[in-house]
């Protein structure tokens, strides 16, 4: 099967941003990202965009199409239609064309401590911590995430609030604090109870619903902070 | 990342009493249109509204409605504004505003209740 598709490209030169229109025959079996390859190579070399695994593992190729933050490498073009609009991921500053500024949200990420926090850290003699397949299963899920960022573009509370952790950060912190084996529970915490963290949730739900990895950013958002309410009441208590 | 007692305390207990208060205003919402419009033709008359507030459970019922609905919608404002990046900047500004708003529309609204 082959179709004559018009991929709509948002560009960015550092100056103006402006659409570019391309046109091309698209074969069964090609994914959003071999379309802007072929476009690359065939068209307007001068194309940017990001991509390294090109099968879902790196998260570096998400951008918006039509309208929704996507993987390209893991959207077929033939499955979206013959109209493609791509677009740089929102929340976060365009450097050129499809390429944008993950800084903070890496940054954010970092923020909150996701690894491991033990007491008995002791690289010279190693430790093995055991774990049931239940309290694996506690945190599994959320150890998908391949920092994509399409979460963060969709989600509401970060374009109004440009320090908001965001769903990513968050989830990475709910990863950890589900964690049997961590003891850095209280510490991280406190990183996502200031008014820049949970609180600013509107449990719109967007990022579950754009996640590639269907992790549900949505969820753990919501148990960090059910988790950090039961927290910070009893510490007031103590 | 500061902190101040403010943002340890508000945030969680904020959050909790937002759900807390949103039930029961849409409670509170239904029995005050209960009396006021479905038991008589004249619940609304002057008269009627001065008898009913007579009575302390009528009272106690209404600074009740009255404490939740402020702190519903004070706490509701901080919220909003502290989604902006404005609002994250003057945290501090914002949480005292709001909350003493709340404070004074229920103790304005609770001395106008005492007065019937
Ligand atoms: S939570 Fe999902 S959408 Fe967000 S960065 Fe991770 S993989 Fe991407
Ligand atoms: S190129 Fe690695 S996720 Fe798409």
Redesign the interface.
Known sequence: MEREVLFRIRRFDGDKSYWQDFRFTAKRGMTVLDGLYYIKENLDGSLAFRASCRMGVCGSCAVKINGKPRLACETQILDIGSTLEIEPLDNMPVLKDLIVDMDDFFRKHEAVKPYLMREDDDYENPKELLQTPKELHAYYDFTLCIKCGACYSACPASATRSDYLGPAAITAAYRFCADSRDEGKEERLSLVSGSEGVWRCHFNAECSEVCPKSIEPAKAVQKMRLMSAIHMIKSIFR | ?S?SHT???L??????FQMITGLLLFAFVIFHLYITHLTSHDALEYAKVVQRLSNPAIKAFYWLFLASASFHAFNGLR?IL????F??RN?RAVNTLTMALFVVAVVYGGLLLITF
Do not use: C, I
């Open positions: 990342m902190e943002r340890k305390v945030e969680p207990f904020g959050w909790v919220a502290l989604d902006t990046d609002g994250g945290e």
